[in-house]
């Protein structure tokens, strides 16, 4: 149940719950109610409603309960996702789901080497949904919060979680932004392949993909990890 103020703690995750309950896995404390959209681009919430959310998330903050919401939030959320995963395990008969690249993507080793050694791991600044940012921790990444802005400095250091997908914003403060292909859009987004290509994980071993041109190959990649596998993806075999 939505409060109609905000008193204590319980008011504050009650808050959180609603929000939660009515908005999905795409809710963010930080983010105006103003923001969020439906599947047609029409905003979510009537005006009274968006100016009540907006006002009750001021008094919670102002009231000292961020740190309580968050963590909240991230609770509800990580339950969401296991349930996705539960059900996806009923649908593949409890077996582990294999990750596909894409439906009719197969992919073949080169069995080349050339890095001469452990390259730098792939750094990027970029908004994330809570959701994006907790399957990227579960995989052992670096992900950290950038001081004054609502950016994350992203280092991939371990397994790139399947289905993360990078678009374009009108923020200015940082114009890309991840979230995961099950979240609903941000309120507006535009495609972002390169993007999309520094966070989709190697088909062999799940590691990050780094550049790797070598100044005649546009868009190559090789695998961060040893053995730095190189493999040739093809459409339809």
């Known amino acids: ?139 052992g990444n670096s992900v950290e919060p950038v001081a004054g802005r609502r950016a994350y400095r992203i280092r991939l250091l371990g397994i790139v979680p399947a289905g993360i997908v990078a678009v374009h914003t009108n923020d200015p403060d940082c114009p890309t932004a991840i979230r995961l292909a099950s979240e609903p859009p941000y309120p507006i987004e535009f495609p972002a392949f390169w993007a999309t290509v520094d966070f989709t994980p190697c088909p062999v071993c799940g590691a990050a993909l780094l550049w790797y041109e070598a100044g005649y190959v546009p868009g190559y990649r090789v695998c961060v990890k040893a053995p730095f596998h190189h493999v040739l993806v093809k459409l339809g075999e």
């Open 1 to 139: 149940m939505l409060p109609d103020q905000i008193d204590s703690e319980s008011d504050a995750t009650s808050l959180v719950d609603w929000c939660i309950e009515n908005i999905g896995l795409c809710y963010h404390p930080d983010a105006s109610a103003s923001e969020y959209v439906d599947a047609s681009g029409l905003r979510l919430f009537q005006p009274f409603v968006a100016t009540k959310l907006d006002r009750l998330h001021k008094e919670a903050f102002d009231a000292g309960f961020a740190e309580q919401m968050y963590d909240r939030g991230i609770v509800l959320q990580r339950e969401a996702i296991a349930k996705k995963l539960e059900q996806r395990a009923v649908r593949w008969g409890r077996k582990a789901a294999p990750a596909p690249l894409k439906n009719g993507v197969v992919a073949k080793s080169q069995k080349r080497v050339g890095l001469g050694g452990q390259p730098e791991f792939p750094e990027y600044e970029a908004m994330a949904t809570i959701p994006a940012v907790e399957a990227l921790r579960a995989g």
